[in-house]
């Protein structure tokens, strides 16, 4: 039958650890990826931007939340918030005539933390609203400026006018897909943590070439704040002896298990966030 | 959408937005059919309401009876092929 496993013999790891062993889903997969690509040449437009368009968007907009909600497993209304900060910050820069292009970059430069980590400062911790310093930074801006008063926000534009926030979300459906790529393939099992988000570095071990380690933690942490993958962020589990074994040392899960249990009063989260797959 | 096509599937989430795209209209063309069909007739208002209360019911149709939404069915399904003809062998 389609997918028949008989007579597939996987003699090596290689072949037994492939993405899609069974030919079925390899097959299906490169005729759907021809026929999407032959459609402008054999589908009427029409149809091309009613249905199969909105249907790709969709269905990146749902991968997207899919990502949040489904294998990250947490649900957190600041989810939305940022992605409504960018979607507007990408709005009003379209219309003042910034190319669409462009524009949608521009939700990302918005973010304070960004040039937070510019500047390379810690974000701070303080936050008016109650809780809100458990958030990642962006979400925390976010909720800072709507609790101020309107002709006090920093940034009015995220909240006047409608306009088109489908750019916003797109990139940030894109970014957040390709984070997630970046940090899953290679790192296999995976543990929510905060703490790079919140701008908080692990300890480096003792002589364990700890200036290239505190690095890379920046350089994660660029990512995150930089793309507004705000709260997840993907932890090697690693087991005893391993170099990266401080990720999970004594200090830091007393740190995540205090944040958790901090993060439960938190009434605008739902998160799950700290929970270890 | 997500409710639909299923939590942490990523082809469900191509099913779920065709679903969700193509959901009115073949909706809209299988009223209006049947009220000819049946001979009874609507109002312009009940027929433009009408998918969309046929669309909350599936939301709540899909969590109840599936919660895995399509990605869990046409795993379902694929699981099925994969050991066809022999459905006693253990997956």
């Known amino acids: 039958m389609l997918f028949r496993q008989a007579g597939i013999f996987h003699t090596d790891y290689a072949s037994d650890r492939a993405l899609f062993p069974i030919a079925a889903d390899r097959y299906m997969i490169g005729i759907l990826l021809l026929l999407g690509l032959a459609a402008p040449f054999y589908m009427n437009s029409l149809y091309l931007s009613s249905y199969l368009l909105p249907w790709l968007v969709w269905t ?24 409504g900060i960018g979607a507007y910050a990408a709005v009003h820069a379209t219309r003042f005539g910034i190319p669409w292009e462009i524009a949608i970059h521009c939700c990302r430069i918005d973010r304070r933390d960004h040039w937070n980590w510019l500047c390379l400062r810690r974000p701070s911790r303080q936050g008016p609203l109650p809780g809100a310093q458990h958030a990642g930074p962006a979400v925390r801006h976010g909720l800072d400026d709507l609790a101020r008063p309107c002709d006090q926000r920093r940034h009015p534009s995220h909240i006047a006018g409608t306009g088109y926030p489908v750019a916003g979300l797109a990139h940030h459906v894109g970014c957040r897909a390709i984070l997630c790529c970046i940090r899953l393939v290679p790192h296999g099992d995976v ?48 087991d005893r002896g391993d170099p990266d074994r401080h990720l ?3 200090g830091h899960a007393r740190t995540v298990f205090r944040r958790r249990s901090r993060s439960r009063r938190w009434p605008w989260s739902l998160s799950a966030g700290w929970e270890v797959l | 959408m997500v409710i639909v096509c299923g939590l942490g599937s990523i082809i469900g989430s191509y099913f779920g937005a065709a679903f969700i795209l193509l959901m009115p209209g073949v ?65």
């Open chain 1, 248 to 250: 999970l040392s004594r």
């Open chain 1, 191 to 238: 543990l929510h943590a905060q703490s790079a988000a919140n701008g908080a570095r692990p300890r480096p071990r003792r002589g364990s070439g700890k200036g290239l380690r505190c690095r890379r933690h920046r350089r994660e942490q660029f990512l995150l704040q930089a793309f507004g993958l705000c709260d997840v962020v993907l932890y090697r589990r690693r």
């Open chain 1, 60 to 83: 990146a907009g749902a991968l997207g939340l899919n990502l949040i909600l489904g294998w990250a497993g947490q649900f957190h209304l600041g989810y939305a918030a940022v992605m």
């Open chain 2, 27 to 91: 909706m809209n063309s299988f009223i209006s059919w049947a009220a000819t069909r049946f001979g009874f007739s609507l109002g312009i208002e009940t027929l433009a309401h009408l998918p969309q209360a046929l669309y909350g019911a599936l939301i709540i149709g899909f969590l109840l009876i599936e919660p895995l939404g399509l990605g869990k069915i046409y795993n379902n399904v694929r699981d099925y092929l994969l050991v066809w003809p022999f459905g006693y062998v253990k997956k």
